[in-house]
């Protein structure tokens, strides 16, 4: 079995097709459609470090 797998990832590599359970080609397009849809969450959060780290540091002090 182990053979047989091994097998099929080297045709798959060979073949330059994706494997695995999420092997859906996925185009240039979709990645930066997906990168922009997450930014907004970072943006946010990267925003929030700040403010979290005062309260913590004052909550630390007292």
């Known amino acids: 079995m182990v053979d047989r797998t091994l097998f099929n990832s080297v045709k798959a ?3 330059r ?3 695995g359970a999420d092997s859906k080609v ?3 397009e979709q990645i930066e459609i ?3 849809r997450a930014e907004p ?3 946010k ?3 929030d470090i700040p403010g979290r780290a005062t309260a ?3 909550k ?3």
Do not use: F, N, W
Request: aromatic fraction near 4%; charged fraction near 30%.
């Open 17 to 19: 097709k994706p494997t």
């Open 26 to 28: 996925v185009s240039a």
């Open 13 to 15: 590599h060979r073949q």
């Open 41 to 43: 969450a970072r943006v």
């Open 34 to 36: 997906s990168r922009l």
């Open 60 to 62: 630390a002090a007292k």
């Open 45 to 47: 959060v990267e925003r």
């Open 56 to 58: 913590y540091l004052a």
